[in-house]
């Protein structure tokens, strides 16, 4: 299988509400064309920063929908699927099929304490479920479960497992799957802080929560690994870092204060749903230096480059 669809930089999608906080297609459409425009090589729909696990089946579909509606063959798309229940699990994966995704994504189940064999089933029955590929999103710091290479050497034993997403802070996380894994495998970096060391110890790709408030840094993090000038990779990195750190030190989720940059650029696509807490206060007027800050670091290595 060719998996070059899957390298490069693939922002997560964000949810997108209207101003009663219900799931907007107009929005939704307003952000996936903003992405595009960016040049990015596809988007994760329906994970961590699409607020997933505070959306209902219908709703999780229709923004599933409303993403395929602008660009499905246009960029890469990858649905997560992960939800209470299998069966639930199963029907997104079915609809994400129909509607042209190219490949599913699921978090190990969540809430209870299972044991391996039961997320080995549940990542499974997704998998049997469709013709798509699969990717495995290896979240412990949330799921309170951190995908063994035991489990993963069983699983690979399934031709539609193409990767995964590794979201453990340890880097040495990605070079150790890599390893267990055999050539035709995608890991994709999941925390963004580490974008750079985690493609020097072996990630292919990467997918990320704050790609798309800074596609462009992330974009030219990629050319300068790829180039080779490592300096310049890690030089932009410390950069992203400080805006992240930024991100997140505000109240309310980061998710909110990205939200809010948005509103800056033009692209309203809502606040949070609770229980995240939208940015309130004297935080407000905070949005703007975050957002100045994003705009200089992109100027910088605009002129850097030219």
Request: net charge negative; with cysteine.
């Amino acid at each position: 299988m060719l998996l070059d669809k899957y390298k490069g930089i693939i922002p997560a999608f964000y949810a997108c509400y209207d101003e009663l906080g219900d799931i907007s297609r107009e929005r939704i459409h307003l952000l996936a064309n903003y992405l595009y425009e960016k040049g990015v090589k596809g988007l994760y729909v329906g994970g961590s920063s699409g607020e997933c696990i505070y959306h209902s089946l219908k709703e999780r579909k229709q923004t599933l929908k409303y993403v395929a509606e602008v660009l499905q063959g246009k960029l890469t798309l990858i649905a997560h699927v992960g939800a209470p229940s299998t069966k639930e699990s199963v029907e997104l994966a079915k609809y994400a099929e129909e509607l042209g995704y190219d490949a599913l994504s699921a978090i190990p189940p969540i809430y209870f304490r299972l044991p391996e064999s039961a997320i080995e089933k549940y990542w499974t029955e997704i998998m049997d479920s469709t013709e798509l590929p699969f990717i495995i999103y290896n979240i412990p710091q949330t799921t309170g479960y951190d995908l063994s290479i035991r489990l993963l050497t069983k699983l690979l034993a399934n031709d539609k497992l193409i990767g995964v997403k590794n979201s453990s802070m340890p880097v040495m996380d990605i070079e150790r799957f890599k390893a267990a894994a055999h050539e035709d495998f995608i890991v994709f970096n999941g925390p963004d802080e580490q974008y750079v060391s985690g493609r020097l110890i072996g990630a292919d790709s990467g997918i990320g929560g704050t790609y798309g408030v800074m596609p462009e840094l992330f974009l030219q993090a990629e050319v300068f690994v790829a180039s080779g000038k490592f300096a310049e990779a890690r030089e932009i990195q410390r950069d992203i870092n400080d805006i992240i750190i930024a991100l997140c030190s505000l109240n309310g989720s980061m998710y909110s204060v990205i939200k809010e940059i948005y509103k800056l650029r033009g692209v309203n696509i809502g606040s949070v749903r609770g229980p995240l807490e939208p940015v309130h206060g004297a935080d407000l007027e905070k949005i703007e230096g975050i957002k100045n800050n994003i705009d200089n670091a992109i100027l910088k290595y605009t002129i850097l480059t030219k």
